[in-house]
Structures are given as structure tokens and as C-alpha cells.
């Protein structure tokens, strides 16, 4: 999520992004804004498997 956009991202340009952490320090990086239908794979597990206990 980005907060505090100054303007509307235009696909295919690279805009400067601060990533701020927990303990205030803070570093810019340089993004390129790609197309909102590009999602990243959900969350899940994909495809392998996990064998809990003995």
C-alpha cells in the first residue's frame, strides 16, 4: 500500500518511494509503476507440502 501519493502514478515511470521502518530509520528507493491488473500470487502455500509432528 502506498500512502501520502502527491499525484496519480502513470504506468511504465519510475517514481522515488521512502520506505520508513519500526525504528524510524528510513530509505528511498527508485520503483517502477507497473500495471494494476499484475498481482503478485496470493499468500497461500502453493504447491508444496508441509508434514507436521513425528
Given at each position: 500500500?502506498?500512502i501520502?501519493?502527491?499525484?496519480?502514478?502513470?504506468?511504465?515511470?519510475?517514481v522515488?518511494?521512502?520506505?520508513?521502518?519500526?525504528?524510524?530509520?528510513?530509505?528511498?528507493?527508485?520503483?517502477?509503476?507497473?500495471?494494476?491488473?499484475?498481482?503478485?500470487?496470493?499468500?497461500?502455500?502453493?504447491?508444496?507440502?508441509?508434514?507436521?509432528?513425528?
Open positions: 500500500m502506498l501520502g501519493l502527491k499525484r496519480q502514478l502513470v504506468e511504465g515511470e519510475t522515488p518511494v521512502t520506505l520508513t521502518f519500526r525504528d524510524a530509520a528510513k530509505i528511498e528507493v527508485q520503483a517502477k509503476v507497473g500495471s494494476a491488473a499484475v498481482r503478485a500470487p496470493a499468500g497461500g502455500h502453493g504447491g508444496h507440502r508441509h508434514r507436521h509432528g513425528s
